[in-house]
């Protein structure tokens, strides 16, 4: 069975952040008295976030919402290169990848 992704995410976007579990759960408008042990449970994997929850942390800790879904690192760090680009520069790099010669449509 695959390891679900979220946990390391989490904990690894609000670490480079800077934030406790608390200040992040309160920041996305989780009750003071509940926030740091909701995040806690969200970071250990005993619960996972909807996708509403996850959208709000994403804001929070400036990363795209499929960053919470990568499976490895390069992945996730693409994820958070991709999303800081412009319309533009996505189309031109999806041009690019779409021209090596190593593209597998499948």
Known sequence: MAVNPIPLR???ARK???????ELG????MDESSASGRMNHYEK?????DVETLRKIAAELNVPLNYFFCEDELSAELACLISKLDEESKR???AELMATKNYDSA
Do not use: F
């Open 26 to 29: 309160i920041r996305i408008g």
């Open 16 to 22: 480079l952040v800077g934030v406790s579990q608390k």
């Open 92 to 94: 031109t790099l999806i």
């Open 45 to 49: 994997g005993r619960h996972v976030p």
């Open 10 to 12: 989490l904990k690894q």
